[in-house]
């Protein structure tokens, strides 16, 4: 395998580079990279195309001796991240926006080291691998995966990437002939299936027109520690699905609606419908169970992790400690224990429902997208059989963002509240009607995951938009026992 610069050198670039990136899993965390192994996936003499596998380690961990940036068997290891890159000696039109800066080679000539997604060299690679491609075998190995039906698009299509995205990269590819497809590229890596793979392949199978087409996906392996110990494991690294034209985000439709003074209500009403005939779908398609005692004592030690996790990470949060405890103290009562034959199916979720996961498209209503989860949270958490009632503790927490982003625009608090108030009643009676459950019939449990949500969002705000905590603050506040 060929490598143009100094792997060194490439770390160090990318440790000035990583934590300026929107997709970055550690801000506000003092971390250190690793370099686990690259793929490489095109080369000639003037651009090589690479994927880079990059473990995320505390900062204080001692090193191997020898090995550059590695961590010791003692390291505190906290995340992986995939960084695709492309080293060139001339920048492409239009790549700009993704330089992460420049190195020297070996005989001392500059490469220039541009981010992946916004090289037209790396497209035409993953679309290549799409079509059913592996990249050579090393530390780290790529596989392409066409699903049934589907064709690849042209490699030579142009593209363009996503802006706004948050936890990973997407490119929108527009062939000449065909549909347009979007691949999200995963930034943080896990070992296992990611649901935004299995979930959408398995809702095609049973019809879900509510999601959009896949198209395929990339799997990889790569080294699950650094040096001779480093086992593979396997994970996925980027998924592909229809691109559907003409689309517009629910969250842009609500945020015009409240800022405007207008209702909401019949577009909220059919969303809670959409949400509830994914739910029924996620149901028909992937396996359910019923919740036990088990179920109760998991989901009361999963709300005080969170709980813990966000009083560290958020001081914000100091002041409601007491009263986080009182709830938590309380926790153990919120799932029916089933004696009456009222315990809650557990399935596979959405996991990180909101008005930007939603699309609203001609002729077809609400799709819903990205099934990956919270990115924060651990894989296994994420593909674990869960309560619907979770996503829809979700959307309620987006109505609320967007009526206070519009307060925060300078609408009138009071007719935002109110927007508010009647886009989450609607948004349950959409959902009622399609499952034929409530979701306010299991209010307290309703809140209390309403809130674990809000305590997330803190922790989000904390490390990214540090003038947006109020807004998760003051549900968190409204949640809690004296709120």
């Known amino acids: 395998m060929s490598h143009p610069v100094d792997a060194a050198a490439l770390v160090a670039l990318l440790e000035a580079w990583a934590p300026q990136q929107r997709w970055f899993p550690a801000k506000g965390t003092a971390t250190r990279l690793v370099h686990r192994g ?3 996936l095109a080369a000639g003499p003037d651009e090589a195309v690479l994927v880079h596998v990059l473990a995320l380690v505390d900062a204080a961990a001692p090193t191997v001796a020898g090995t550059p940036g590695a961590a010791s068997s003692g390291g505190s290891l906290e995340q ?11 920048l492409p039109a239009g790549a700009g926006a993704g330089l992460v800066g420049e190195l020297p080679g070996p005989d001392g000539t500059p490469w220039l080291v541009v981010d992946g997604p916004h090289d037209p060299a790396f497209v035409r690679a993953l ?9 050579p075998e090393g530390p780290v190995a790529v596989t392409g995966h066409l699903a049934a039906g589907a064709a690849a698009p042209d490699p030579g299509s142009p593209s363009r990437v996503l802006s706004g995205e948050q936890s990973n990269t997407s490119v929108i590819v527009t062939p000449a002939q065909g549909p347009g497809v ?6 943080t890596l896990a070992a296992g299936d990611n649901p935004d793979v299995v979930v959408q392949a398995a809702l095609a199978e049973v019809g879900g027109a509510r999601v959009p087409a896949p198209v395929g996906w990339l799997s990889g392996t790569w080294p699950s520690a650094p040096g001779p110990a480093g086992e593979p494991v396997h994970g996925h690294l980027a998924v592909a699905a229809e691109f559907l034209t003409g689309a517009q985000d629910a969250w842009r439709e609500a945020l015009a609606a409240v ?3 207008r209702g909401f209500g019949e577009e909220a009403r ?13 149901a028909r398609a992937l396996p359910t169970r019923a919740s036990g005692p088990q179920d109760r004592e998991d989901l009361t030690t999963a709300l005080r992790d969170r709980a813990a996790w966000a009083l560290l990470a958020a001081p914000a949060l100091t002041e409601f400690e007491p009263a986080l405890q009182a709830r938590l103290d309380a926790a153990g009562s919120l799932l029916p224990d089933g004696e009456d034959g009222g315990a809650p199916v557990l399935q596979q979720v959405h996991g990180d429902l909101h008005l930007g996961q939603v699309l609203h498209a001609p002729g077809r209503g609400w799709v819903l997208l990205d099934f990956e989860g919270e990115p924060l949270r651990p894989l296994a958490e994420r593909t674990r059989p869960d309560l619907a009632l979770r996503d829809v503790a979700g959307m309620l927490r987006s109505f609320d963002y967007a009526a206070a982003t519009a307060e925060r625009q300078g609408a009138d608090p009071a007719a935002t509240r109110r927007w508010d108030e009647e886009a989450r009643a609607a948004f349950c009676e959409g959902y009622a009607v399609a499952t034929g459950h409530d979701p306010r019939a299991q209010r307290r449990l309703l809140d209390a995951l309403e809130l674990d949500k809000a305590l997330y969002e803190v922790v989000y705000e904390t490390r990214n938009r540090p003038s947006w905590v109020p807004v998760p603050l003051s549900a968190v506040r409204r949640l809690l026992p004296d709120g």
């Open 38 to 40: 690259s793929a490489e």
């Open 80 to 90: 992986l991240v995939q960084v695709p890159l492309v080293h060139r000696r001339t």
């Open 127 to 135: 679309l290549e691998l799409l079509a059913g491609g592996a990249s």
């Open 182 to 187: 979007i691949v999200k590229v995963f930034r």
């Open 259 to 261: 800022t405007a003074g």
């Open 270 to 282: 059919a969303l809670g419908a959409a949400t509830g005939e994914v739910h029924l779908a996620l």
